[in-house]
Every structure is written in C-alpha cells, then in structure tokens.
C-alpha cells in the first residue's frame, strides 16, 4: 500500500463542540481525495477543567467516521499528542486532532524515495507570517 506524507495537525476553538462548517471543509477535502483522515480525537476541557478525550469509535456524529479511509481508523495519535492538545485549550473549548495522508503529495513522495531521497525538512508557516508576507508584496490576503 503506497501512502502519501502524513502529518498531525491540531485545532483549537473557543466552543466546546465543532462548528458544522469545520466538519464539511475537511469533509470536502477528503471527498476531494487531497488528503485522508486517518485518525481524530476530539478533546474538550469542561468548565471545571476536565479533560475529555472523544475518537471515531466513541460518541461523535456520523460524519466525522464517514471520513475515515478503510473500514476502521488506525490508533496513530498517541497519548503525547492528546496531551499537546489539551495544553492548547482552555475551560469549555476544544481541540480537533487529526492524522491527516496528503494524498495531493503521494507521487512526489514516491518519487523522492525511489530517487534514494528524503525529506530532509518539513514546515510549516503560520497564516499570519504568510498573509504578512503577501501584503508586503501589495497583494491582499486573508
């Protein structure tokens, strides 16, 4: 099975659920065929600073489990990422993990191996830093 970079990303919203649009955006991406869900962890602080751990086999709404590539979600995001998620947040919000194939990238990827190379850096520039960039090159961003 050939599998293109994977990479964790992690959400933070100041709600204790998921917005709707949240859910279809990555929807769409994953219909799209640009990436593959391959594992999610929503994780809640309640108001009493109570953190709750919630994944594809638990409680959450069809849509998150009709993401996932295969039959089943892999166990990808560790403890330590839970962990890093939970920082991230505070009283009632919460944070969307998810293990995510960049689909878009498989070939290239591929590619790199068979030519004996390796990705030898991967990151990733924040939204801001980028928008700041395209405006100072006179170009509205948002």
Not at 25 to 51: E, F, N, P, Y
Not at 67 to 87: F, K
């Amino acid at each position: 099975m050939k599998v293109g970079p994977v990479e964790v990303i992690v959400c933070a919203f100041p709600e204790p659920e998921v917005d709707e649009p949240v859910i279809v955006s990555l929807s769409r991406a994953v219909q799209s065929g640009a990436i593959a869900l391959i594992d999610l962890v929503l994780v809640m602080r309640d108001a009493q600073g109570v953190v709750h751990v919630r994944d594809l086999e638990d409680d959450l709404p069809p849509a998150w489990s009709a993401m996932v590539v295969g039959s089943r979600p892999l166990t990808l995001l560790s403890d330590a990422d839970i962990g890093i998620a939970a920082e991230s947040i505070g009283n009632n919000e919460t944070a969307l993990v998810a293990a995510l194939e960049h689909r878009w990238a498989q070939r290239l990827a591929e590619d790199v191996r068979h030519a004996g190379g390796v990705v030898a850096l991967h990151v990733r520039i924040p939204h801001e830093t980028v928008v700041r960039a395209f405006e100072a090159d006179g170009v509205e961003a948002t």
